[in-house]
């Protein structure tokens, strides 16, 4: 019996090291956060039937769901808004469900500001 190891396949373009190659990271509008959420909201369809239809990860939908509970009072912990004033997360050009207000500090990420050399506070 010949071992599969032994045999000359071609690797697959998918796999990096055994593992699927790293989703290359993207962006997102909030107006498309918002829909997604929506989506969710109505109940007519499943976080994974979402996800697949959006081509998107369960878990992105889980979190812009939880997030959007956040930031409507719906649920405890920390807003957008909040979390962007404080500097724990880098500021977008508009807040993750609406429009950003023009008073909101845009503060860079502390990663990003030890790296560029600017205050984050």
């Known amino acids: 019996m ?3 190891r032994d ?11 055994g593992e699927k190659s790293p989703r290359p990271r993207r962006s ?4 498309f956060k918002s829909e997604i959420v929506e989506l969710r909201r109505r109940g007519d369809r499943s976080v994974r039937r979402i996800a697949k239809d959006f081509d998107l990860t369960e878990t992105t939908v889980r ?3 939880s997030q959007a509970e956040v930031d409507a009072g719906e649920r405890d912990g920390l807003t957008s808004d909040a979390a962007a004033r404080a500097g ?3 500021l977008p050009p508009a807040s993750a469900f609406g429009a950003c207000r023009s008073d909101c500090p845009r503060l860079p990420h502390p990663c990003q500001a030890r790296r560029l050399g ?3 506070r």
Not at 7 to 17: A, G
Not at 28 to 31: G, N, R, S
């Open 2 to 4: 010949t071992d599969i």
């Open 7 to 17: 045999q000359d396949f071609p690797p697959r373009e998918d796999v990096h090291h």
């Open 28 to 31: 997102f509008t909030p107006e």
């Open 63 to 65: 979190l812009w769901v």
């Open 88 to 90: 724990r997360v880098p």
């Open 118 to 120: 600017v205050p984050t």
